[in-house]
């Protein structure tokens, strides 16, 4: 019997996208394989935000036909979207399938159903019958015609299966002049209030206690949904409705533009137990230049207004940016003007990206290109200056009490047993003890070790008690 097997690279939307194309190969009646090299088809979702992701995909191409010259590979993703006629002409590759036609990807390799099928129960088309001309071997086409929203629940990693994340929005309307990704996915698109409902309802019966709701440009969710009432939903509408609606125990929000956190946002954020202590407010820049040549929607005044709000109404949440290095044009001057915004936010933790100039963008054509080695080094001091913050905000919640979850399975290291958790305020937590995967508890931290906070349960499981969140005891503002 055929197998499958889909390798994701990028974001977590990505991700999600990979998780939905599981879905559509089982109900085809396909089997997943262990690993690439098992697989009878193999699919390649790929990422495109950096060269470096492209060649990431390129790679892994490589890799596959050398462990199992037999599969067949089909390529899908932002890379099969941006650059098909490449992909196609990489040894190995069946079929370019952009995510314009990702929705469909397995009645492309599968065949379509006959009439008197079921979605879950057609019979399938033997792989070795799937061949095409060369002329039908991609799928793509303009991706502002298609307005699906392909989501499935992902999980963070291979062990962790406790923090089910949902895409609710795909798309960007956003034209930054560094970003190609609205060329491959798309106008901002939200999945509808219901079926987000739905959805949570469905991990809630499945016993998960924290959902994180994620999108390509969360912030916009609902914008392009019809109206019910005198304005389209916003935001702050999903996450009152889900609150309203669900018996979810806590619910984490992932990234939101500065623009898009209304005080009313932040008072509901702040004003819940139920929701995530930690917020994600994308930078890239803090000089009011490079923004505008970024074509981004704030200055750093704006910025920094919007993080002070957060702080002040959430004092013990951890507050995270994405930073962007070396884009065109970028002075010494300017750098320096990022990194003494970043000195003075009660930020606790960066993303570090370095430019990388995207065909077709404005950017990738713009005079004074930073060079590399310029580019890298200062990426390095950025992540040495997040390191430094990081580390001060963790020593803050020393003797505090903190809510977590449980992770993963319990693992032995030294002398002792210990259980893998996170905090309601995003911080990793090496907890003393063996404890069941999926419950929340409260901790008390001894210690700082490395990029973890360690301790131990100072009360036994309290999944349905409402806590004060804990404030960090020295100020995080460095």
């Not at 941006?82 to 009645?107: D, W």
């Not at 739905?198 to 969710?221: C, D, F, H, P, T």
């Not at 990388?356 to 930073?370: E, I, L």
Request: hydrophobic share 40%.
């Amino acid at each position: 019997m055929a197998n499958f097997y889909v390798e994701n690279f990028g974001c977590r939307a990505a991700q999600a996208d990979g998780r939905a194309i599981e879905e559509q190969l089982r109900c085809r009646g396909l089997e997943p394989a262990g690993c690439a090299e098992s697989a009878t088809l193999v699919v390649l979702n790929t990422c495109a935000v950096t060269a470096s992701a492209e060649r990431d995909a390129r790679a892994a191409i490589r890799r596959i036909r050398r462990a199992n010259p037999g599969c067949e590979v089909i390529v899908t993703g932002c890379y099969a979207q941006r650059a098909p006629q490449e992909v196609a002409a990489l040894p190995g590759v069946s079929r370019v399938i952009g995510n314009s036609h990702k929705p469909n990807l397995a009645q492309i390799a599968l065949g379509p159903h006959s009439e008197k099928d079921s979605s879950k129960q057609a019979p399938l088309v033997p792989l070795s019958s799937l061949t095409l001309p060369p002329e039908q071997s991609i799928f793509v086409s303009d991706i502002f015609a298609h307005t699906e929203l392909l989501a499935a629940p992902v999980f963070d990693g291979p062990r962790e299966r406790t923090r089910p994340n949902l895409k609710v929005q795909d798309g960007c309307n956003q034209r930054c002049s560094f970003c190609i990704i609205p060329f491959l996915r798309g106008p901002s698109r939200s999945l509808g209030l219901e079926e987000v409902l739905a959805q949570v309802n469905k991990l809630v019966a499945a016993g998960y206690r924290e959902v994180v709701i994620s999108g390509i440009n969360l912030g916009r969710w609902g914008r392009d949904l019809s109206p019910e009432g005198p304005r389209p939903p916003k935001l702050e509408d999903l996450v009152r409705a889900i609150l309203d609606r669900t018996a979810l125990r806590k619910l984490r929000i992932s990234s939101v533009e500065p623009m898009d956190w209304s005080d009313s946002l932040i008072r509901l954020m702040a004003g819940s137990s139920r929701i995530a202590k930690h917020a994600h407010v994308p930078l890239q820049s803090g000089s009011d230049g490079v923004l505008r040549r970024m074509h981004r929607k704030y200055r750093p005044w704006h910025y920094r207004e919007t993080v002070e709000k957060i702080r002040a109404a959430m004092p013990g949440a951890s507050l995270g940016a994405d930073v962007m290095v070396g884009f065109p044009g970028e002075t010494g001057a300017e750098f320096d003007e990022t990194c003494r915004m970043i000195e003075a936010l009660p930020l606790t933790y960066l993303h570090v990206f370095t430019f990388s100039a995207r065909p077709g963008t404005p950017a990738a054509s713009m005079p004074a290109q930073v060079p590399v080695n310029l580019r890298r080094e200062r990426n390095r001091i950025l992540r040495d200056l997040a390191a430094e913050k990081k580390q001060a905000f963790m020593r803050g919640f020393l003797g505090e009490r903190l809510e977590a979850i449980t992770l993963g399975a319990a693992f032995e290291e030294g002398e002792g047993t210990w259980t893998r958790a996170l905090t309601d305020n995003y911080l990793k937590l090496r907890l003393k003890g063996r404890h069941e995967s999926n419950h929340w508890l409260e901790a008390r931290v001894d210690a700082v070790a490395g990029e973890e906070l360690v301790g131990e349960p100072a009360a036994g499981p309290f999944d349905t008690l409402n806590l004060a969140p804990a404030v960090p005891k020295t100020s995080p503002i460095l």
